[in-house]
């Protein structure tokens, strides 16, 4: 049975707030707008809804470019306009640290940069009958496409030219990356010498099947800083890379003067930080536990002549600070830092934190758990996802 109800306030997951004796999250409204809604599903203490009419359209509501908006579930807020994303995720992000982190801030300087064609690395479903897409939300039926409004033209065209080329039944998953060149991870059980080698003619310089190199070079290479930053198939790199570029370049001003500094990196990744810091710092220790992650870093460090920056592979909660830093950069996974990272940060006492948060729900909590010794001097949103729910920000933290 249907409802009419007016969407209140934006909130995290691609979901706007509506209230009828309960909370109900509505999904396809935009807060002001009156829409009519189906209840989708019931819990004790509040109802998910889909939106089936706009009685009251919002002034920001416009048409998805994307064909398969709505059925794709890479995508949830292409019918809003860019401009009310961004106010929308900036809303979530301080109800987050004022609802759960008990803060009242100021948000600082917003950062975002392409609305469309900027994701630089992009992984593919594969279905059993070798169709390739992305899963419908919250099933695993792959939605098929010609082309994706969010992924750069490289990625799109070669995608084309792979699913020309080859039969795909065998594979569960393709995982292709921009950068001066493209690569090729491919996914799956069987692994086929003629389908790589048919794929490294469609224009990738490198194809990977599963954990080893099949074939071609094993990385790309883009530029951050005026320095080379490469990565192999398996590491993770900030799909938007111009607008991480222009993150980084703050955080690294944002931390001057940094002559003779101690800056420690947890969740090094392959250097995104690191690199642009070791021009200005005195000494860089990185901390990664992926091993193809580490080994793209330390490449990096040669690439670049960086003489001042060590590589340690282990985990965040196994790295024992036992020496002391006056910066720690923090840019953990989604779930946020475990216990054990957080008090072990709170007890070394470095002079400024960078915390790079993916969640809003887990910087908050733990902000929560560092204000008592550290002032958050500003929070900034980052939207490294456009056209999507994902919300990233930027804390910068000072010890009292």
Same mark, same amino acid.
């Given at each position: ?75 949830? *807020? %292409?019918? !809003?306009?860019?401009?009310?994303? &961004?106010?929308?995720?900036? #809303? =979530? ?6 609802? +759960? ?57 070669? *995608? %084309?030219? !792979?699913?020309?080329?080859?039969? &795909?039944?065998?594979?569960? #998953? =393709? ?6 060149? +493209? ?80 800056? +420690? ?80 940060? +709170? ?54």
């Amino acid at each position: 049975m249907s409802e009419i109800l007016k969407s209140l306030a934006p909130a995290y997951g691609g979901y706007s707030i509506a209230r009828n004796g309960k909370v109900i999250f509505i999904r396809g409204a935009i807060p002001g707008e009156v829409v009519e809604v189906d209840i989708v599903e019931k819990k004790r203490d509040y109802s998910v809804a889909s939106v089936v009419n706009v009685i009251e359209p919002s002034e920001h509501r416009v048409k998805p470019v994307c064909p398969v908006f709505g059925t794709c579930g890479g995508c949830q *807020l %292409q019918f !809003i306009s860019y401009d009310r994303q &961004l106010t929308m995720k900036g #809303e =979530i992000l301080m109800d987050s640290l004022t609802r +759960l982190g008990g803060m009242e801030i100021e948000p600082g300087t917003a950062f975002s940069d392409s609305q469309w064609n900027y994701r630089h690395r992009a992984q593919f479903k594969v279905s059993r009958n070798g169709e390739v897409g992305f899963f419908r939300e919250s099933t695993r039926d792959v939605v098929t496409f010609d082309e994706c409004p969010l992924l750069v033209r490289e990625i799109n065209n070669v *995608l %084309q030219k !792979i699913k020309d080329a080859v039969s &795909l039944e065998d594979l569960r #998953e =393709i995982h292709i990356a921009a950068g001066d060149s +493209l690569t090729a991870l491919l996914r799956g059980d069987d692994y086929d010498a003629e389908a790589c080698a048919k794929i490294m003619e469609t224009g990738v310089s490198g194809v990977a099947f599963n954990d080893v190199m099949a074939a071609g070079r094993a990385y790309v290479t883009l530029e951050i800083g005026g320095m080379k930053y490469s990565v192999s198939p398996w590491t993770f790199f900030q799909a938007h890379w111009s607008l991480n570029s222009k993150v980084v370049g703050f955080i690294v001003d944002r931390l001057q003067p940094l002559g003779g500094e101690r800056v +420690l990196d947890l969740y090094a990744g392959a250097g995104n930080f690191s690199l642009p810091l070791a021009v200005h710092a005195g000494e860089i220790v990185a901390v990664e536990e992926n091993g193809h992650a580490v080994d793209d870093a330390l490449r990096n460090l040669e690439m670049n002549g960086v003489k001042n920056c060590r590589i340690v592979r282990s985990t965040a909660e196994k790295y024992k600070l036992n020496r002391k830093f006056d910066i720690i950069i923090l840019d953990p996974p989604r779930p946020g830092l475990t216990s054990e990272v957080a008090r072990k940060v +709170l007890d070394h006492g470095a002079s400024r934190i960078v915390y790079v948060s993916c969640n809003p729900s887990t910087l908050a909590r733990d902000l929560k758990k560092m204000k008592d010794k550290y002032d958050v001097e500003s929070v900034h949103q980052i939207d490294f996802f456009p056209n999507t729910f994902h919300i990233e920000a930027a804390a910068f933290l000072r010890i009292r």
